[in-house]
């Protein structure tokens, strides 16, 4: 069946550094990949999308290209805030468990100032 | 403001006790959902509703049940609490259109002592 696997966190850094977090997924067809954001006592938030092969997906400063060679979606931001420390949850709908989301496991992001 | 509504938000229940939580979406959304979220665990789909009068179990639904006999309202019933039910519990909704994103509830805490 479809899966999607993260990077395990938590992830620490520093206030303006580079974040990656590594997404791949394993799907038949043509799904949507999305990621989300739970912020501490919150439920999920979309932050972002792609519904196909080389699509883009933007918000907030953060950005995710759909990599279909690579089956990836990894999530990238130039300069994290304080704010930025999350959850972040990666997921795709539209494969072989047709309209359910499966989600990645989450990773847990910590910026320090 | 539109979105998903849980009601509780905590709850402290003894073991054997019964409870029911609600869900209430203003989206006109035909897809609803309801997740437990453990640490370590991500989040773990317990029922889900494709439409008014429709239920189907997910991939942890032993313990629970669940009704849908409004649209808008999705009711999530423990029978007989159990420790092990201790987690925080997320109800989601999406449009029946292809692959669209699901929109969560801030959660509901839940403890069994």
């Known amino acids: 069946g479809d899966s999607v696997t993260q990077m395990e966190g938590p992830v620490t850094l520093s206030e303006e550094a580079f974040l990656t977090i590594n997404c791949t997924y394993t799907?038949?067809?043509?799904?949507?990949l999305f990621w989300y954001v739970q912020y501490p006592g919150e439920g999920l938030q979309l932050l972002l999308k792609?519904?196909?092969?080389?699509d883009k997906g933007s918000n907030k400063g953060f950005e995710a290209t759909y990599r279909k060679e690579t089956t990836s979606f990894h999530l990238e931001k130039g300069s994290v805030q304080v704010s930025d420390s999350a959850v972040y949850f990666c997921?795709?709908?539209?494969?072989?468990?047709?309209?359910?989301?499966?989600f990645g496991a989450g990773t847990r992001l910590f910026v320090k100032a | 403001n539109a979105g998903v509504t849980q009601t509780p938000k905590f709850r402290v229940l003894k073991t054997g006790q019964s409870m029911t939580l609600l869900c209430a979406q203003d989206?006109?959304?035909?897809?609803m959902y309801w997740y437990r979220q453990d640490p370590g665990m991500g989040l773990r789909l317990i029922h889900y509703?494709?439409?008014?009068?429709?239920?189907a179990k997910g991939e942890v639904p032993d313990g629970y049940n669940v009704s849908r006999l409004k649209k808008q309202n999705f009711l999530l019933g423990l029978e007989s609490a159990a420790p092990s039910q201790t987690s925080v519990y997320f109800c989601?909704?999406?449009?029946?259109?292809?692959?669209?994103?699901?929109?969560f509830g801030d959660g509901t805490r839940l403890s069994i002592l």
């Open positions: 989601a909704s999406s449009s029946d259109r292809v692959k669209q994103p699901q929109h």
């Open positions: 799907a038949t067809g043509y799904p949507s």
């Open positions: 792609a519904t196909k092969a080389d």
């Open positions: 997921a795709l709908i539209g494969g072989t468990g047709g309209f359910k989301t499966i």
């Open positions: 989206m006109n959304h035909e897809y």
């Open positions: 509703s494709v439409g008014e009068g429709t239920t």
